[in-house]
């Protein structure tokens, strides 16, 4: 690659900084004097952690990288391309995953002001960039130290909307049919008869078509009825917050129970009973982080009132059972994410509509531990969830 000016570089690395600091929540101008170093030192001064051994040199690659991106035109098509083609079976720079790591952040800030400018024609070259440049900028939120880039999707036209005008147009054509105008030499008797013989033929449709008609205008209501399963099925019917156990103790009258008072953010604390008491003790419990539903209805589990339900990933005999680890930096009370199925959660989901018990056996780990609502991960602004149990369900 062409070489940078020095200019170029102190630009870039004041990005870096800012954009590293703004995804740990520290005071970028604490470290604005240290753009002179490297890039790694930089990461972990910011971070206050090492890299992790077995990602080093994959790190370094991604730095190297960052540092020596060109600013000709040329040299910045070819690195670009060269990106696009990495990601091209990669969902993350580094790791195999879905978990973000600084390189992911340091190689973003290089390359967006170079991508933003970008012509549709160069764009449509570069889907695989474009796809991972997304993921980040709607898994992270960057303030306004970037502007979005705007990405292309297919648009979709579910079957309903087809059938539907199909259907829609049928009356119309029928009703134009009705109010024909008689011709001059054809009298209101003779029209009469017609309209009572086609009236009657009407009523006594040929065989096979009858069925043919039938299933036509069941059609849509079979398409509206998917949809609306579909709909229940969605895990953006649930509330996913990170909480941080603040308190954990035993049930009062059940040697299977822990009691945990959570903070979600709110306040104060939700009192949450789960069933963990043969995995782990209130100790191990106490000061983590976790996952709950917070919009199941509020009940009581032997006496004790429940507020939520903490997710965990489980073996297939239950032997081991454990609360999904959530990435540290996530944020007391932020809502978990699953990129494609945005929407609404509900205030409180019905529990004669068994939304949950449709949904939770889409819930699973992945071979690598990450949790997943079918191939989606759970996502928060620090990275996806995980456990040490994997291929295993969640709920």
Known sequence: ????????????K????????????????????????DLKSLSINIAQTAIEKEYNEEFNKWVTFAENF??????????????????????????????FCDADIIVFSTVHPYVISLPDSDKNKLPHLFRW???IQSTHNFGELFQPIVVKKAHFDPPLTKLTAKVDAEPSTKKAGATKKLAPNESASS?????????????????????AATEKKKAPEKVAAADEKDKELSVGLLKIQVGFIRKASKHPSADSLLVEEIDVGEGKCRQVVSGLAKYCTPEELQDRLV???????????????????????????????EPLIVPKGAKIGECVTFYGHEGKPEDVLNPKKKQLDKITPNLFT????????????????????????RNATVK
């Open 1 to 12: 690659m062409a070489s940078v000016s020095n200019g170029v570089i102190v630009d870039r």
């Open 133 to 135: 440049m997304d993921y």
């Open 191 to 211: 029209s009469k008869a017609d309209t009572e013989k086609k009236s009657d033929t009407s009523k006594k449709p040929a065989a096979g078509k009858t069925e």
């Open 70 to 99: 060109p600013s000709d035109p040329e040299g910045c098509s070819k690195g670009l391309s060269e990106l696009n083609e990495y990601l091209r079976t990669k969902t993350v720079l580094v790791g195999g995953g879905y978990r």
């Open 366 to 389: 992945d071979e690598e531990g990450v949790a997943k609502f079918k191939d989606v991960p759970f996502m928060t602004s620090a990275g996806p969830c995980t456990s040490t149990i």
């Open 14 to 37: 004041r990005t870096i900084v800012s954009a590293l600091c703004k995804l740990k929540s520290v005071d970028a101008t604490k470290f604005m004097d240290d753009v002179v170093n």
């Open 291 to 321: 996952v709950l539903i917070t919009n199941v209805k509020p009940g009581k589990l032997r006496d004790v009132l429940s507020e939520g339900l903490v997710l965990c990933a489980s073996n297939a005999d239950h032997t081991a059972v």
